[in-house]
């Protein structure tokens, strides 16, 4: 059993900046890569930036420059420090954990955490 949970989403004016976290807790052997995907009604979720375990990191064209990704192995936790939020960037923002149980890999999912940012 394998649980990712999100935090840190809430409201905030354009300009402005949120970080989120997302900690991945279970029976876990190694984490490979971990990530932030985005989703707005009605459209797929799209990639908003990875980190491997070595902290190679790949950013979406939109959000470089503007947002960090990090991350804690200690603590299975990554982050996303999220800069000069503009109101497109308003979604809901979903953790992804590529990680091992023992052999079997497979990719996780948070349960999403809304991010809304006004004009």
């Known amino acids: 059993q394998v649980q990712l949970v999100e935090s840190g989403g809430g409201l905030v004016q354009a300009g402005g900046s949120l970080r989120l976290s997302c900690a991945a807790s279970?029976?876990?052997?190694?984490?490979?890569?971990m990530g932030w995907y985005r989703q707005t009604p009605g459209k797929q979720r799209d990639m908003v930036a990875t980190?491997?375990?070595?902290?190679?990191?790949n950013y979406a064209d939109s959000v470089k420059g503007r947002f960090t990704i990090s991350r804690d192995n200690a603590k299975n936790t990554v982050y996303l420090q999220m800069n000069s939020l503009k109101p497109e960037d308003t979604a809901v923002y979903y953790c992804?954990?590529?990680?091992?149980?023992?052999?079997?890999?497979?990719?996780?999912w948070g349960q999403g955490t809304q991010v809304t940012v006004s004009s």
């Open positions: 992804k954990a590529s990680l091992f149980l023992g052999l079997a890999g497979g990719d996780y």
């Open positions: 279970g029976s876990i052997s190694s984490i490979n890569s």
């Open positions: 980190i491997t375990s070595r902290g190679s990191t």
